[in-house]
């Protein structure tokens, strides 16, 4: 079912409690894996879902990747110790365009080893790369541990495509893959899954499930 794949999504820096209490009660009602918001909100959402299945999943070092390491593994810290069940950090960027896998890998298992058994998924920006370079860092991303790579923060130059998908899945140590920004209905989604897609993050949820109208970009 379409819905235990999705990541309910609100991480516009304007939201308010308001909106992720509205965010959990959608989340609640149709079941989606998980809710994913910025850091400050993780503990209202925990509160919120309070005996539903919906886990807590929030963005670490987003949208830009450009913290230090240690800032990131701080926030992952303190993500966790705030109820959260997942983690979505974002890459360094500007290493993966020098070709600098090697402090992509950096990162990613400094991370793991905070998250241990929870979910870590990387997000890698794809709309920046070619496609040797989403093959090469999604390469390095699972080889350094990552359970998932996510293709967008929503808030890069562009989204998910089936093409960027296919790519991160394909690489011979592939777990599993988010595909992220723009997928905004249920044929959207569609498209992600059989690309080899098995988590949607996209805050376009209640449409995806319902048929109803879309009304957000991410």
Known sequence: ????MIDHTYLKPEGTPSDIQTLTKEARAHQ?????IQP?????????LEGSSVEVCTVIGFPLGANTLE???????????????EIDMVAPLGAIKAGDFDRLKSEVKALKDVTGDKILKVILETAMWDDETI????EAAFSAGADFVKTSTGFGSGGATTEAVKIMKSVPNAKAVKASGGVRNAADAQAMIEAGATRIGTSNGVAIVTGALAHNSY
């Open 135 to 138: 093959y090469k860092a999604s």
């Open 1 to 4: 079912m379409v819905a235990s």
């Open 40 to 48: 400050h909100f993780v503990a209202l959402a925990k509160a919120e």
């Open 71 to 85: 800032t990131k593994v701080f926030e992952a810290k303190n993500a966790l110790a705030n109820g959260a069940d």
């Open 32 to 36: 989606f894996k998980s809710v994913c």
